[in-house]
């Protein structure tokens, strides 16, 4: 069964680091998202991702990230330079038609663990 | 703002009990998922209930969708402890938006 991946699973940096997320979504699936989960609490939209193109992000996604899809596979979130507060699970997310198909239902990979020290 | 609201957020439940986990969202919507997430690992999709009065069954879980109340339910039928896990639901954000917006979970524990 197809299945969103990601890589690395756990990412430890520095503050003030640079560091890139990876993801490789279902292969037919157009619209792709980060999220993010800060442990133990709820999981957050990051930013969408649809034709090149953000769609749209919401107001934890500031000028510190930016996203990129430099392939045909493989979609990535850099966090230019890290903070504390960056530590979290994020989560990749796709699907195939967004809101203009019948349901939005996102397959999410398996995440990244961030540490920030 | 549209606020997705969960209840309980923690449930301990004997095996072989019922119980009901509630989700509250505060705009229109008609789309709504049900996602499991064991520690540490990702959210597994468990339902997409896609209209007013939708039902859906697997197992011992089964899950409905009532859109004029705003109200979904997740219903656990004579639990066993494979059960336990963070359930969160979800549903897409307002008009036109592509995100879907989480509850804050309800980690369920299930003691033989």
């Known amino acids: 069964e197809p299945e969103v991946t990601q890589t690395p699973s756990h990412q430890v940096t520095q503050m003030g680091q640079e560091v890139i997320l990876r993801c490789v979504p279902i292969?037919?699936?157009?619209?792709f998202y980060w999220y993010r989960q800060i442990l133990g609490q709820k999981v957050e939209f990051l930013v969408s991702?649809?034709?090149?193109?953000?769609?749209?992000k919401s107001e934890i996604f500031d000028d510190q990230f930016s996203v990129e899809r430099p392939d045909g596979s493989n979609f990535t979130l850099k966090i230019r330079s890290t903070k504390l507060e960056d530590s979290a699970m994020y989560f990749c997310?796709?699907?195939?038609?967004?809101?203009?198909?019948?349901?939005?239902?996102?397959?999410f990979g398996p995440g990244t663990r961030l540490t920030v020290l | 703002e549209l606020k997705v609201e969960q209840n309980p957020l923690f449930l301990s439940m004997q095996e072989g009990k019922n119980y009901t986990i509630y989700c509250n969202y505060s705009?229109?919507?008609?789309?709504l998922y049900w996602y499991r997430q064991d520690p540490g690992k990702s959210l597994e999709s468990l339902f997409v209930?896609?209209?007013?009065?939708a039902v859906k069954q697997e197992g011992r879980l089964m899950a409905s969708l009532d859109t004029k109340a705003r109200l979904s339910t997740l219903h656990i039928t004579a639990a066993v402890h494979d059960l336990s896990a963070t359930y969160f639901c979800?549903?897409?954000?307002?008009?036109?938006?592509?995100?879907?917006?989480f509850g804050k979970g309800t980690k369920l524990t299930v003691n033989p």
């Open positions: 997310a796709s699907t195939y038609s967004g809101l203009a198909g019948i349901y939005n239902e996102q397959f």
């Open positions: 292969s037919n699936h157009l619209y």
């Open positions: 991702f649809y034709n090149n193109e953000i769609s749209e």
């Open positions: 705009t229109t919507s008609d789309r």
């Open positions: 209930l896609l209209s007013n009065g």
């Open positions: 979800a549903v897409d954000g307002t008009k036109g938006s592509e995100k879907l917006v």
